[in-house]
């Protein structure tokens, strides 16, 4: 792992996250994406060297929307930058990680992403990120 890329936050709304995460602790929003094929609208935000996604579902069909209805808003993943995805998820599932289906995916900001099963990490989402385009 190079280093923490960012933590997930599963919210209802947008806005109404914004309020606090940006108006009240002054968090700046380095960019707002629908990612359609995953059914999310996620917003970055910059602390330091790190950042935190706000995720929002588009559809009730979507994975962050299922989340939502079991656990409520809150800490869905912590996100991980990898020079080479791939490689990562190899070297995660020979160590006994599982990974999640669709590895390799597009991620916001012209990302590759996988991500392994809770199972793996003692109950923590982990994602593996590759960067893209942005950072």
């Known amino acids: 792992m190079k280093r923490l890329d960012h933590l997930a936050v599963c919210i209802r ?4 996250a914004l309020r606090v995460w940006r108006d009240g602790l002054g968090l700046e929003v380095v960019g707002i994406e629908d990612l359609p094929d995953r059914q999310v609208r996620v917003a970055m935000l910059r602390i330091g060297d790190t950042r935190i996604e706000l995720v929002q579902p ?20 912590v996100a991980f930058a990898v020079e ?7 070297a ?8 999640l289906p669709g590895a390799g995916q597009a991620g916001a900001g012209g990302t590759r992403v996988a991500f392994l099963h809770p199972r793996s990490a003692n109950g923590v989402l982990v994602e593996l990120v590759e960067q893209g385009r942005e950072r």
């Open 13 to 16: 709304d947008l806005e109404a």
């Open 58 to 77: 588009l559809s009730d069909a979507s994975e962050v929307s299922r989340f939502l209805a079991r656990h409520g808003e809150g800490l869905h993943h």
């Open 84 to 90: 080479d995805v791939d490689g990562a998820l190899a």
């Open 92 to 99: 995660a599932t020979a160590s006994g990680a599982v990974a």
